[in-house]
């Protein structure tokens, strides 16, 4: 079972981002390994916290990172881009240390996302694309899923009301896990 982890861009107790990845989780836990990782934990990225020793959870982000076959973003927009602590946690992944290459390196993924606004993620995913492009990940292009309106689709309690958003995740999902076992 290929190993997948699901990061969300937001921090926020009731993110509708999370929520999403929390169904996939469960309706993929018979063909997936998904761990949801929180990002509060990461410091900010400063390079005088490099030397001596990296700070613990750095390294145990690093650590999911690299051990994960392929990695799956939920990427929020604000203000038509992806969020700092999505940015501060794509900096402390792609450095190298005494490596040739950072654990981003040629790793699988897809973004998605999911906005309050009309216009889906739309930007958020086009700043975030340049970025991994920059780090030479190999980006899930087949499908995409932008959520607009997301606080019509889901309810207070971070469950998807909405039929058709629940099969248009199920089908990027279903795509993208071809794609990482390797089925064209």
């Known amino acids: 079972m290929k190993k997948i982890l699901a990061i969300s861009g937001s921090l926020r107790k009731k993110s509708y981002n999370t929520s999403i990845l929390r169904y996939i989780k469960q309706k993929f836990q018979d063909q997936l390994a998904i761990e949801i990782y ?44 992806f969020t700092g602590v999505l940015k501060n946690a794509i900096d402390w992944a792609s450095r190298k240390y005494d490596q040739p290459n950072s654990i981003l390196f040629a790793k699988q993924i897809a973004i998605f996302g999911a906005s309050p606004g009309g216009w889906g993620t739309k930007y958020s995913q086009e700043a975030l694309l340049k970025v991994l492009e920059f780090l030479q990940m190999l980006i899930f292009h087949e499908e995409k899923l932008e959520i607009a309106d997301v606080y019509m689709k889901i309810d207070d309690q971070g469950t998807i009301q909405d039929e058709k958003l629940k099969e248009q995740i199920d089908f990027f999902c279903e795509k993208f896990m071809k794609t990482v076992s390797g089925i064209r």
């Open 38 to 81: 929180t990002l509060e934990k990461l410091p900010l990225f400063n390079e005088d916290f490099e030397k001596p020793e990296l700070p613990a959870a750095v390294i145990e982000f690093k650590n999911k990172f690299a051990n994960a076959d392929a990695l799956l973003i939920a990427a929020p927009e604000y203000n038509h881009s």
